[in-house]
T-cell receptor
Framework: QKEVEQNSGPLSVPEGAIASLNCTYS??????FFWYRQYSGKSPELIMS????GDKEDGRFTAQLNKASQYVSLLIRDSQPSDSATYLC????????????FGAGTTVTVRA | GAVVSQHPSWVICKSGTSVKIECRSL??????MFWYRQFPKQSLMLMAT?????????EQGVEKDKFLINHASLTLSTLTVTSAHPEDSSFYIC???????????FGPGTRLTVT
């Protein structure tokens, strides 16, 4: 079983719609969760971090965390063509180090 | 804040030569940095954890004598790919952990091509 799994995609949404990305993780002791955006040929960019159950909103992005279900999601509202990228879910495990486990990523395409 | 730079952004070298890649945190101190490798259409693969003033910790399967890591200051880590071969061609990305935080900020990456 992979440590971090994301819906495989690709995900295609029309401009202005909501893009919904899902991620599950296996380490129940995980405490920190991150979403990164990676444009083709570029390095990842941190867009959201979440630590507590519930929702966290930042502009058009909302991260949702449910530790009991070991589930974290990212919603992108009012999707724009510039949101077209691969989104990586990353989880910091419950151990003492700061290593991240990454999902394989979900590629999002926003159709104009 | 939280800007990380890498140099060079791309490099082409001949098989058997060594290449050094620098990773700098520009506006914060980073006692811990990470080195990743990414092949086309694949996710990030952690190679090693670099701690300032101590030896790097390598992930299983990563040759420590081939990928030399030095973290001599709170803002600089270097990765040297020794005796590079075409199979080492990849996108190498560093990240830095801001002190007091568990957020990792990535550098722009270095694209290495070994001919």
């Amino acid at each position: 079983q992979k440590e971090v799994e994301q819906n495989s995609g690709p995900l295609s949404v029309p401009e202005g719609a909501i893009a919904s990305l899902n991620c599950t993780y296996s380490d129940r002791g995980s405490q920190s969760f991150f979403w990164y955006r990676q444009y083709s040929g570029k390095s990842p960019e941190l867009i959201m971090s979440i630590y507590s159950n519930g929702d966290k909103e930042d502009g058009r992005f909302t991260a949702q965390l449910n530790k009991a279900s070991q589930y974290v999601s990212l919603l992108i509202r009012d999707s724009q063509p510039s949101d077209s990228a691969t989104y990586l879910c990353a989880v910091k495990g419950g151990g003492g180090d700061y290593k991240l486990s990454f999902g394989a990523g979900t590629t999002v395409t926003v159709r104009a | 804040g939280a800007v990380v730079s890498q140099h060079p952004s791309w490099v082409i070298c001949k098989s058997g030569t060594s290449v050094k890649i620098e990773c700098r945190s520009l506006d914060f101190q980073a006692t811990t940095m990470f080195w990743y490798r990414q092949f086309p259409k694949q996710s990030l693969m952690l190679m090693a954890t670099s701690n300032e003033g101590s030896k790097a910790t390598y992930e299983q399967g990563v040759e420590k004598d081939k990928f030399l890591i030095n973290h001599a200051s709170l803002t600089l880590s270097t990765l040297t790919v020794t005796s590079a071969h075409p199979e080492d061609s990849s996108f190498y990305i560093c990240s830095a952990l801001r002190q007091g935080s568990d957020e990792q900020y990535f550098g722009p990456g270095t694209r290495l091509t070994v001919t």
